[in-house]
């Protein structure tokens, strides 16, 4: 009964479990998978990611310079990024924001397509 007893003034005087949500947010772990983002200006449009993506919600278009990804076709496994020779899609911690419509994200590159060592970067 005195360890009960113990429990509920422990409770009873000290402060909430829980933090006040929306005033107070908690920064993501290290190893959280949040979304995909692209760095367009390092994309040499080789086509890996839409290859290796199990969702296929990649797509690549290298005549019009274009990488599109569906991001509530995305299951956030990382393939894309483990794949990308130029470091042209990373992993961001932060979850995607709620939106009214759901539409693919699209980025077009200007200009002429970046080169690369094929030797450091292992690209055959």
């Keep these: ?7 509920i003034l422990k409770n009873l005087f000290s402060g909430p479990v829980t933090r006040p949500y929306p005033a107070q947010r908690r920064e993501p772990f290290a190893s959280t998978r949040g979304q995909i983002k692209s760095v367009i200006e390092n994309c040499i449009f080789c086509m ?3 290859a290796a993506c199990p969702a296929n919600c990649i797509v ?4 019009e310079q274009t990488w599109s990804v569906d991001p509530y076709r995305c299951i956030v496994c990382g393939m894309c990024v ?6 042209a899609i990373i992993m961001n911690r932060h979850y995607r924001d709620p939106v009214k419509h759901r539409e693919p ?3 077009h590159q ?3 397509i970046p080169k690369i ?3 450091a970067k292992g690209i055959n």
């Excluded at 690549?60 to 005549?63: A, L, P, S």
């Design 60 to 63: 690549v278009d290298r005549k």
């Design 1 to 7: 009964m005195f360890e009960m007893l113990n429990t």
């Design 48 to 50: 890996r990611c839409q």
């Design 82 to 87: 483990e794949v990308c020779p130029t470091e």
């Design 105 to 107: 994200i699209v980025k």
């Design 110 to 112: 200007e200009g002429p």
């Design 117 to 119: 060592n094929p030797k």
